[in-house]
């Protein structure tokens, strides 16, 4: 049980390997669905699921016996990167910019 996480080691050249290939697979997907309904539903998809797994985290690191100085604040720009991803994903009512067509 004396397993400790090496940097570059096999298993985080894995994981770097495995997710380059995600990303590779989800960009050329991405781009074949350009200007589709699925390409609509792909991003809001995403959308969902990045609010799913950031807002959790954001509530949890900031509860009261959780809460610390130097954990929670001050709040990064990636702290808040969600809010502008999940706005800016095309919704029925929106264009892929972000901005209401209604």
Known sequence: MGDTFTPYGP??????????????WLVRRGRAARGTRAAERLSA?????????????????????RFGVGLSLPIQLCDLAW????????TPRSSSTGRCTA
């Open 11 to 24: 298993s985080h050249v894995t994981v770097l390997v495995v997710w380059a290939a995600l990303a590779w």
């Open 83 to 90: 809010l502008a991803a999940t706005r800016s994903s095309p």
């Open 45 to 65: 998809g995403f959308a969902v699921v990045f609010l799913a797994l950031t807002l959790p985290l954001q509530v949890y690191f900031n509860l009261p016996g």
